[in-house]
């Protein structure tokens, strides 16, 4: 099935620091979609991507629909400890959302105060 | 409060012992869907419905059965457990087609040992 390649797999950061992470894919992408799993929960669903170009914020957090429809990026301002937790990029490639999500393995992201 | 809610959270059992995680959903949406996670793989779906009484086959669906009789409710069954379900489960939906919108909300999880 489709891929993404998410990188980097893990990041260990100062608090304070920006922080970007990024998602790769050979297919093209309709919507991008950027979750952020703390330890035990469920994924929470940060930023929806809807247009290529287009770039959203929310708060701290800013994320980006490539041009080519074939990468996504999200940046975390000014780090701070509880932004420590796994975050995850995930792409549909349909308009309708008839098929499947598809997600990255991840970015571990570990904030040292 | 909109949510999708899974029980059990926690789930130890013994090889071969039928069991069902329940998964419900009070936002009406159509679309919902049945991931596992493992450490280095990331979440694998196993199954999804984009309606009632419309289910499909995910990525990793062997060894698991659903169910999507009413719209809110979407419970994963395993019927003969083996040890290689040990995982974490995640139930989630999301609203599809028309809106234009496709995020998917995801359950608290389900953390399942079989031994």
């Known amino acids: 099935g489709q891929q993404l390649n998410q990188s980097p797999q893990s990041m260990f950061i100062q608090e304070g620091e920006d922080v970007s992470m990024n998602c790769t894919s050979s297919?093209?992408?309709?919507?991008w979609l950027w979750y952020k799993q703390d330890p035990g929960e469920g994924p929470v669903l940060l930023i929806a991507?809807?247009?290529?170009?287009e770039l959203t914020s929310n708060g701290r957090l800013t994320a980006q629909f490539g041009i080519t429809r074939k990468d996504s990026f999200l940046n975390i301002s000014a780090s701070i400890p509880s932004d420590v937790g796994i975050y995850f990029c995930?792409?549909?490639?349909?308009?309708?959302?008839?098929?499947?999500?598809?997600f990255g393995k991840g970015t571990r992201l570990s904030v040292i105060a | 409060e909109a949510q999708v809610t899974q029980n059990p959270r926690y789930l130890i059992t013994v090889t071969g012992k039928k069991l069902t995680v329940t998964c419900s959903q009070n936002?009406?949406?159509?679309?919902m869907s049945w991931y596992r996670q493992d450490p280095g793989l990331g979440l694998r779906q196993i199954y999804y419905?984009?309606?009632?009484?419309?289910?499909d086959k995910g990525d990793v669906p062997e060894g698991y059965k659903v169910s999507r009789k009413e719209k809110r409710n979407f419970p994963l069954i395993l019927e003969s457990p083996s040890p290689n379900q040990t995982s974490l489960y995640f139930c989630?939906?999301?609203?599809?087609?028309?809106?234009?919108?496709?995020?998917?909300?995801f359950g608290p999880g389900t953390r399942l040992t079989v031994l």
């Open positions: 989630a939906s999301s609203i599809t087609s028309g809106s234009g919108r496709h995020e998917q909300f």
């Open positions: 297919s093209i992408f309709n919507t």
């Open positions: 991507l809807y247009k290529a170009g």
């Open positions: 995930a792409g549909l490639s349909s308009h309708s959302g008839n098929t499947p999500l598809v």
């Open positions: 936002m009406n949406h159509e679309y």
């Open positions: 419905s984009m309606n009632v009484e419309v289910t």
